[in-house]
């Protein structure tokens, strides 16, 4: 049971972008130096990210993305499901229609544990938000700073 | 982001196993039947379990199998990680990738470790057992239906 890397990439690229772009506008090609992506890759994934409203795009050229909101407003739970759709480990609990795809959809037993699993994983997920990891990595910054000058 | 069909028709046919082996040892195709899986599907996953203790089988024309260990003793962890591999939401590459400082490392440390944190407590946290009492009230099995 994995994440894909389009969940696992489209929250990287929104921390680094969060923590690049301040007031101004950033250049998908800049992210994805940083983070060392194909740009194509992150193009797919940012289209997305653009159309669940997390982040958005000025074109020209001086144009580039920044995020819709503001940082500690967006969870990364709003980035993975953007990306990856749903979080459900199987796919009897992806929409409500389910209840033909098992005759025991009412009495399964394994279904309540695969749903536990989903809410775990969605309890972490929204939990979070952009604006902590981008302090994470602030903060890991200024200890790397720290240590160059002991 | 989904599970394999050997982990959700492994413990499914587990809990089938249990809740009926009061009444011997299960032919495979029993419980392919009840729970509308391919018997020969299930014959790998019992397999599995069977090389890793869970189960074990009776051969013969009448042959089936027995679970091996006490229900009360099995979690929900033991059974997937037999059959689905480690549980961590991401490879271990990612793990190993994000040690040096980066954002990798601040999404790893603050997201993924912390899931597979919850979801490897949450599924030792369930036994087999637990989800046998689950079924057999859902299937309105009560306990005194043993006894007849």
């Known amino acids: 049971m994995k994440i894909s890397t389009k969940g696992r990439y489209a929250l990287e690229a929104v921390v680094d972008l969060s923590y690049h772009a301040k007031d101004e506008l950033e250049s998908l090609n800049s992210i994805a130096n940083r983070l060392k992506k194909s740009k194509n890759y992150l193009e797919q994934l940012f289209v997305l990210l653009r159309q669940n409203n997390i982040v958005v795009s000025i ?92 | 982001m989904k599970l394999s069909t050997k982990g959700r028709y492994g413990l499914r046919a587990l809990v089938d196993l249990t809740v009926h082996s009061s009444k011997g040892h299960q032919p495979l195709a029993q419980i392919a039947e009840r729970q509308n899986i391919s018997e020969i599907y299930l014959e790998q996953v019992f397999a599995t379990l069977r090389k890793n203790g869970v189960v074990k089988s009776i051969k013969g024309a009448q042959g089936g199998y027995l679970l091996n260990v006490e229900p009360a003793n099995i979690t929900v962890g033991k059974v997937l990680r037999i059959l689905e591999g480690d549980l961590s939401i991401v490879d271990e590459k990612v793990k190993s990738d994000s040690e040096e400082k980066s954002v990798a490392q601040c999404v790893y440390k603050n997201v993924w470790e912390k899931i597979d944190k919850n979801i490897n407590e949450l599924v030792d946290s369930i036994t087999l057992e637990e989800l046998v ?16």
């Open chain 1, 59 to 150: 074109r020209g050229s001086q144009g580039g993305y920044r995020l819709a909101r503001e940082a500690s407003k967006i969870t990364a739970g709003d980035v993975v499901r953007a990306v990856e759709g749903s979080l459900a480990p199987v796919a009897c609990l992806e929409n409500p229609d389910v209840k033909q795809c098992c005759s025991d959809y009412e009495k399964c037993v394994t279904r309540v544990v695969w749903k536990k699993m989903m809410d775990e994983i969605s309890i972490v997920l929204d939990d979070v938000t952009i604006q902590d990891l981008s302090d994470c990595f602030d903060k890991m910054n200024k200890e790397n700073n720290l240590e160059y000058y002991i």
């Open chain 2, 133 to 148: 009492e689950d079924y057999k009230k859902n299937h309105g099995m009560l306990p005194h239906m043993y006894h007849i």
